[in-house]
């Protein structure tokens, strides 16, 4: 007779491996990493450029640059450049970071002979036309004041423009930075800011010699762009904690977002604190869930993390709850903090804790996209591999006493930003 | 082309396995033909409210997710108006586990009313997050009960409101797992490192002894044909105004369902597409604008979209929108853009086998259609489709009296 209520036996992951890059170069020196794998026949191919020249005057100069680069360049419109890619059944994607500035070209491996040249003008030759500048001005400008009417939006906004201020990390963009946008300044930061020198190159897929042969053939050449590049570097001191409260009457929920500056990836306690922060509200079993959603129905979800950026690292807690139980929540809130400071996590909790952190890793390795971005996380922070050896270690090794310490280390009420959007 | 074998278990689940060895993880997807289609008025959000419930503890196991967590598993779960769709992703060597859990919430629930008063108020907070809290966030609310009269479409998975939630009771809860979640109800998709024969004996023995149940024949009130023009116009606390438009389109069976779905992609997909160069670029009386499918088991819906450039009049906002879908009702596509828009279906399938969760989900909804093996040929089915075709579901479709319009007005 089968015995349900006993739990089948289950093993520990073990192994986990990690595909490492091919490293490589085109003539020009650009550099070129390769992650060679998976059965399908198509290719992810990143241009990955740092963002130059931060002008807090000017916060939204790269954000639109990264938003307008493929809508014209010297010999092809807007619409021209969505045909072509569209017609090979090619993805072309940008996106702003804080940090970096990226554009994909997502690809069947045998289109790349035709797809590539687009984005080398795309790359090179973009002249952000002004009717393409005026209409994203406007088109922008309508999205954020329908962004500015959520609760989570604003609770973010004002978090980080209270820790990081008029950077990249916080910058508090107003619908005036738009209609200050000029086409001028776009052309400056283009020119500065997309160049070899500038630019790294990871590619994850089916990506032969013969396919790096036409990559390096098409931007292995000089490139047209030649500005003065200077590389973004901030640097952040630590606040008080504080209380940010905007009200809004008829609010039905209230965003709730805190938390301060702390360390970013390149620190000897980040595994640690990655543990942490499982613990505390990193998964669906975590204590915030648990008690706010599971157990007292606050909320539809709450969650905390930690961010590793180039220049900072911070930690962060953010849930939607009942306006009328909002005082409440932040009670419970401060009171988990609380308990991972005073008292040990039990051995059942922080073993099921390990098991979970080792087989969610493994299973963000499903395929070469994965792969590669596991790369880019390491690469960019200036670390090796032995950085997630270190982590795997620290994971199945730390003990209650030493998260208990990292607790009073880094998780302080009393040292966060608190915003409150809603009731209290 | 994605592998698989099948099996039926003598109570009458179906099981399919799909073996990817270059993985070390596994899946078990498990989908259970009921959704909000399966409610009655006056009781709607209960699918999804189940779903919830489903993850309270089992007749023989307290706690779910816990023993998931501690083998290196993660799960989640989704409802829509057709399907109710159960997932969990592990270490392949712990697949053991994930049928010992899932198998034994077929078997029973724990009906602990605990867990129903908590859900009730964590499914009313995911409410107003997700729909009273957000500006635009109640169109569906509004649009559904505009476009259907009489089928249960006309309600959203969410629900009608947040009282039928607060209302209820163990007896609907126990009730509806007895009808809808048995074997013979649901569809079992095991994918990853595992081989047929493992998965064949692992199912045999957690999920055969679990009974048949009794088969629930679904007999939906039919929508009839709908023969005048609707609309319905709401204000509220928005900064822009916006327009819905839904039109009927066939069953997601049907011979023409990819023939419109094509047609979506070629007046919306991307930005090389009509809708966004001719009425977001060129006439600037757009900031959005999507045209796309509900893609829905029974009569789905043909949506158009927008939110207007301040200054634009609704009236030069909807001609404008109408005369793009005169203009493919009345010319032909031509060859380049047909083939754009195929070769864009292609891609995108290729791409979807980069994800074990998407196969097996994948698989598991095209074996509810009638067979998993119509996945790997479907793209056939847009490949072959001509520019007339495309004409002629546009010249059936876009009509005045066959649509529902929705004017969503910024107060001033």
Known sequence: ?424 | MINFNRFTLANGLKVLVHEDPTTPMAVLNILYDVGARDEEEGRTGFAHLFEHLMFGGSINIPSYDEPLQRVGGENNAFTSNDITNYYITLPAANIETAFWLESDRMLSLAFSEKSLETQRNVVCEEFKQRYLNQPYGDVWLKLRPLAYQNHPYRWATIGQDLAQIENAKMEDVKAFFKKHYNPQNAILVVGGNVKTEEVKELAEKWFEPIPAGDKYVRNLPKEPEQTAVRSLTVNADVPLNAIYMAFKMPARLDANYQVFDLLSDILSQGQSSRLFNSLLKEQKLFSEINAYITSSLDEGLFIVDGKLVEGVTMEQAETAIWQELDKIAAELVSENELTKVKNKSESIMVFAEMSLLDKAMNLAYYELLGDAALLNVEINKYLSITAEQIQQVAQETFKKEKSSTLYYLANA
């Open chain 1, 1 to 424: 007779m089968l015995n349900r209520t006993v739990a089948p036996a289950f093993k520990q992951v073990n192994d986990i491996n990690f595909i490492k890059p091919t490293a490589k170069q085109l003539k020009n020196g650009l550099p070129v990493y390769v992650v060679n794998a998976g059965d399908q026949e198509l290719v992810r191919i990143e241009f990955i450029f740092e963002n130059v020249n931060w002008d807090a005057q000017k916060p939204l100069q790269a954000i639109a640059v990264n938003g307008l680069i493929n809508n014209g360049t010297k010999n092809l419109t807007a619409k021209e450049i969505a045909e072509k890619v569209d017609y090979y059944g090619a993805f072309l994607q940008t996106e702003y970071g804080a940090d970096l500035t990226t554009i994909t070209l997502y690809s069947l491996t045998k289109h790349l002979p035709s797809v590539l040249p687009i984005l080398w003008s795309v790359l090179n030759e973009s002249i952000f036309p002004q009717h393409e500048l005026d209409i994203y001005k406007q088109n922008q400008k309508q999205k954020l004041q329908v962004s500015l009417q959520k609760n989570d939006f604003l609770a973010r906004k004002n978090f980080a423009n209270s820790i990081f201020g008029q950077t990249p990390y916080g910058s508090d963009i107003s619908l005036t930075d738009y209609d200050q946008l000029q086409q001028s300044d776009l052309l400056d930061y283009f020119k500065a800011a997309f160049q070899p020198k500038n630019c790294t190159i990871i590619i994850a897929g089916k990506f032969l010699d013969k396919d790096f042969d036409v990559l390096d053939e098409v931007f292995g050449g000089a490139w047209e762009n030649a500005g003065t590049a200077v590389k973004n570097s901030f640097q952040f001191s630590e606040q008080e904690g504080k209380d940010l409260y905007i009200e809004k009457p008829e609010a039905l929920q209230s965003a709730i977002r805190m938390g301060n500056l702390s360390i970013s990836r390149t620190h000897e306690d980040f595994p640690a604190l990655q543990i942490l922060n499982c613990v505390f509200g990193g998964y669906f079993g975590s204590r915030l869930m648990a008690n706010i959603r599971e157990d007292k129905g606050y909320t539809y979800g709450i969650g905390s993390g930690i961010a590793s950026l180039k220049h900072a690292g911070y930690f962060f807690l953010a849930t939607e709850v009942g306006a009328d139980v909002c005082a409440s929540a932040l009670t419970e809130i401060e009171k988990e903090i609380n308990i991972l400071r005073s008292d040990l996590i039990a051995d059942e909790e922080l073993n099921l804790v390990r098991n979970f952190m080792l087989g969610s890793l493994l299973g963000s390795l499903e395929n070469a996209f994965s792969h590669a971005d596991k790369f880019k996380s390491i690469h960019f922070a200036g670390l090796g591999y032995d950085y997630y050896d270190n982590y795997i270690h620290t994971v199945k090794n730390i003990t209650a006493e030493r998260l208990k310490a990292v607790a009073n280390q880094y998780l302080d009420w009393n040292a966060m930003t608190r915003v409150v959007v809603g009731k209290k």
